[in-house]
C-alpha cells in the first residue's frame, strides 16, 4: 500500500478511537484509557493536531492521585466488556482507576510535543504540565523503591506494559493464587487464547489485584510487603530516559530547582542500572528484587539501555551481538522475546511477537547512540508489517501477520511519527 494510504488508515484509526479528550487502544478489547498507550497516541495526533496532542496528556494527568501516583487504567465510562473493571479496582477515585501504575512515557512525549511547537500557547500547557509529571517520577523514587536499589520495582506485570513476559514467571509463582475466587476473563471472548496470557498467568494478575486493593492502595506499603517485587529492565530504562526529557524541559522552562534535581536523579540512576547488567548472559536483564535473581533473558527490552542512554562499550558490543544473532533467527525484528529460549511462542503476546512501540523506543535509541544500520533495520521492518499487515496489536516476528486486535491506536501513532519515514 502507498504511504500516503497508509497515513490516511493510521489518522482514521486514532480518529475512530479518539473519545474527545481521550483515546482507547481499541474500540472492543481495551475500551478505556490506557497510560503509555495515550503517552504514544499522542505523538501520532501531533502529526496532524497537536492540540489534541497535549489534550491527550492532559487527560491521563487528571486522573493522577494525590500522591504523584499515574495510574495504569482511567475508566471514564463503565463497560461490561474489559475485566477486571473499575468495580473489581475499587480504587475511590473520580474518576475510577486501577491501583497500579505503567512505564512512564509520558514526559517524553512532552519534550516531542513541545519539540513540534515551542511557542507561547503551548509553553502555558507545559507549565501547568510539568510538576505533574515531577511528582510522578519523584513517585517511582519514594513509593518503589524501599531497598534502596536506586531503581523502581514493579509489583504487578501489568505494570511493565509487557504483561506475561517470562521474565514474571519465576518472581510471579510465589503469589499465593489460592483464595483468588471465580472470575471472567473476557480478553479471550474477543480474541483467539493462544495469542493472549494463560490461566495461570491471571491468576496472579487477580491475586496482586487483590493484595493492593487489600491495603486500600497504600502505595508504599504496597511497595514494600507486595510478594511481586521486581525491577523491570524496561520501566527503569524508560524512567531514566523520562527524567533526562524532563531534565531537557526543565531547563527549557528556566526551572533552576527542578533542573538540580533531575540532574543528580539522572546520575543516580545511571550508575544503578548497572545492577541490572547479567554478565553471563551479556545483556540487561530484569531481576527479583526479592530474591535478587536475575531473569536471565534477553527480551526487547534489553535493548532500551541505549534508549536510556545508558552507554558502555564493551557492553554494547554485547548487546549488539545479541541483536544481530535475534535477527538472523526471525524476518521481522524486534520479537519481544529471545526466540533461542525454550519459552519463545511466537504468538503468544509478550513471549515472542513483535510490538510497533518497543520498536520504535530501541529504533529511537539505537539512533542516538550512532548504531544507525540497525535503527534503519528495525524501522524498516516496523514500516513493513505495518504496510502488509495493518494497524494491529502485535506482529508474528516469524511470518509478519498481525495478530492481537486490529485497528490499534499505539500502532497507528508509531507508523505516523516514526516508521513512514
Ligand atoms: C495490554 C498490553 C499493555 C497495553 C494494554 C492496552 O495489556 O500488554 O502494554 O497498555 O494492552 O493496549
Given at each position: 500500500?502507498?504511504?500516503?494510504?497508509?497515513?490516511?488508515?493510521?489518522?482514521?484509526?486514532?480518529?475512530?478511537?479518539?473519545?474527545?479528550?481521550?483515546?482507547?487502544?481499541?474500540?472492543?478489547?481495551?475500551p478505556?484509557?490506557?497510560?503509555?498507550?495515550?503517552?504514544?497516541?499522542?505523538?501520532?495526533?501531533?502529526t496532524?493536531?497537536?492540540?489534541?496532542?497535549?489534550?491527550?496528556?492532559?487527560?491521563?494527568?487528571s486522573?493522577?492521585?494525590?500522591?504523584?501516583?499515574?495510574?495504569?487504567i482511567?475508566?471514564?465510562?463503565?463497560?461490561?466488556?474489559?475485566?477486571?473493571?473499575?468495580?473489581?479496582?475499587?480504587s475511590?477515585?473520580?474518576?475510577?482507576?486501577?491501583?497500579?501504575?505503567q512505564?512512564?512515557?509520558a514526559?517524553?512525549?512532552?519534550?516531542?510535543?513541545?519539540?513540534?511547537?515551542?511557542?507561547?500557547?503551548?509553553?502555558?500547557?507545559?507549565?501547568?504540565?510539568?510538576?505533574?509529571?515531577?511528582?510522578?517520577h519523584?513517585?517511582?523514587?519514594?513509593?518503589?523503591?524501599?531497598?534502596?536499589i536506586?531503581?523502581?520495582?514493579?509489583?504487578?506485570?501489568?505494570?511493565?506494559g509487557r504483561?506475561?513476559?517470562?521474565?514474571?514467571?519465576?518472581?510471579?509463582?510465589?503469589?499465593?493464587?489460592?483464595?483468588?475466587?471465580?472470575?471472567e476473563?473476557?480478553?479471550?471472548?474477543?480474541?483467539?487464547?493462544r495469542?493472549r496470557?494463560?490461566?495461570?498467568?491471571?491468576?496472579?494478575?487477580?491475586?496482586?489485584?487483590q493484595?493492593?486493593?487489600?491495603?486500600?492502595?497504600?502505595?508504599?506499603?504496597?511497595?514494600?510487603?507486595?510478594?511481586?517485587?521486581?525491577?523491570?529492565v524496561?520501566?527503569?530504562?524508560?524512567?531514566?530516559?523520562?527524567?533526562?526529557?524532563?531534565?531537557?524541559?526543565?531547563?527549557?522552562?528556566?526551572?533552576?530547582?527542578?533542573?538540580?534535581?533531575?540532574?543528580?536523579?539522572?546520575?543516580?540512576?545511571?550508575r544503578?542500572a548497572?545492577?541490572?547488567w547479567?554478565?553471563?548472559?551479556?545483556?540487561?536483564?530484569?531481576?527479583?528484587a526479592?530474591t535478587?535473581?536475575?531473569?536471565?533473558?534477553?527480551?526487547?527490552?534489553?535493548?532500551?539501555?541505549?534508549?536510556?542512554?545508558?552507554?558502555?562499550?564493551a557492553?554494547?558490543?554485547?548487546?549488539?551481538?545479541?541483536?544481530?544473532?535475534?535477527?538472523?533467527s526471525?524476518?521481522?525484528?524486534?520479537?519481544?522475546?529471545?526466540?533461542?529460549?525454550?519459552?519463545?511462542?511466537?504468538?503468544?503476546?509478550?513471549r515472542?511477537?513483535?510490538?510497533?512501540?518497543?520498536?520504535y523506543?530501541?529504533?529511537?535509541?539505537?539512533?542516538?547512540?550512532?548504531?544507525?544500520?540497525?535503527?534503519?533495520?528495525?524501522?524498516?521492518?516496523?514500516?513493513r508489517?505495518?504496510?502488509?499487515?495493518?494497524?494491529?496489536?502485535?506482529?508474528?516476528?516469524?511470518?509478519?501477520l498481525?495478530i492481537?486486535?486490529?485497528?490499534?491506536?499505539?500502532?497507528?501513532?508509531?507508523?505516523l511519527?516514526?516508521?513512514?519515514?
Amino acid at each position: 500500500m502507498a504511504r500516503d494510504e497508509v497515513d490516511l488508515m493510521a489518522r482514521q484509526v486514532l480518529r475512530q478511537n479518539d473519545r474527545g479528550t481521550y483515546t482507547v487502544p481499541n474500540g472492543s478489547v481495551y475500551p478505556f484509557q490506557w497510560n503509555w498507550d495515550s503517552a504514544f497516541v499522542a505523538m501520532g495526533f501531533a502529526t496532524f493536531d497537536l492540540d489534541r496532542a497535549w489534550c491527550e496528556i492532559e487527560s491521563l494527568f487528571s486522573g493522577q492521585w494525590s500522591d504523584g501516583f499515574v495510574p495504569h487504567i482511567i475508566f471514564w465510562k463503565d463497560d461490561a466488556g474489559y475485566f477486571p473493571g473499575p468495580a473489581v479496582w475499587s480504587s475511590g477515585r473520580s474518576p475510577p482507576t486501577s491501583g497500579i501504575t505503567q512505564p512512564p512515557v509520558a514526559a517524553s512525549t512532552a519534550r516531542i510535543l513541545w519539540e513540534h511547537d515551542a511557542s507561547k500557547m503551548h509553553e502555558m500547557r507545559l507549565r501547568r504540565l510539568f510538576p505533574k509529571m515531577l511528582a510522578w517520577h519523584r513517585w517511582f523514587a519514594s513509593a518503589r523503591d524501599s531497598q534502596h536499589i536506586g531503581l523502581p520495582v514493579i509489583v504487578h506485570p501489568w505494570e511493565s506494559g509487557r504483561d506475561n513476559s517470562p521474565e514474571w514467571d519465576i518472581p510471579a509463582s510465589s503469589v499465593d493464587v489460592s483464595r483468588v475466587g471465580a472470575y471472567e476473563r473476557r480478553d479471550t471472548g474477543h480474541l483467539d487464547e493462544r495469542m493472549r496470557p494463560t490461566r495461570v498467568d491471571y491468576d496472579r494478575y487477580v491475586a496482586l489485584l487483590q493484595f493492593g486493593r487489600a491495603l486500600n492502595w497504600d502505595h508504599e506499603r504496597i511497595g514494600r510487603e507486595s510478594p511481586f517485587r521486581v525491577v523491570d529492565v524496561g520501566v527503569t530504562m524508560i524512567l531514566l530516559r523520562a527524567n533526562r526529557d524532563l531534565l531537557f524541559l526543565a531547563d527549557k522552562l528556566g526551572l533552576d530547582d527542578a533542573v538540580t534535581e533531575l540532574r543528580s536523579t539522572v546520575d543516580r540512576m545511571e550508575r544503578c542500572a548497572s545492577w541490572l547488567w547479567d554478565d553471563e548472559i551479556g545483556a540487561y536483564c530484569s531481576r527479583d528484587a526479592v530474591t535478587g535473581r536475575s531473569s536471565q533473558l534477553v527480551t526487547s527490552a534489553s535493548f532500551l539501555s541505549f534508549y536510556a542512554g545508558v552507554l558502555d562499550s564493551a557492553r554494547d558490543v554485547r548487546l549488539l551481538n545479541h541483536l544481530s544473532r535475534i535477527s538472523r533467527s526471525v524476518k521481522f525484528l524486534l520479537p519481544s522475546l529471545d526466540p533461542a529460549v525454550p519459552e519463545f511462542d511466537a504468538r503468544r503476546y509478550w513471549r515472542g511477537p513483535a510490538w510497533a512501540v518497543i520498536n520504535y523506543l530501541v529504533g529511537n535509541g539505537l539512533q542516538s547512540a550512532g548504531h544507525y544500520d540497525w535503527a534503519e533495520r528495525i524501522r524498516a521492518d516496523t514500516r513493513r508489517l505495518i504496510e502488509v499487515h495493518g494497524m494491529y496489536e502485535y506482529f508474528c516476528p516469524l511470518s509478519g501477520l498481525g495478530i492481537g486486535g486490529d485497528d490499534f491506536s499505539w500502532t497507528a501513532s508509531i507508523w505516523l511519527h516514526w516508521a513512514r519515514q
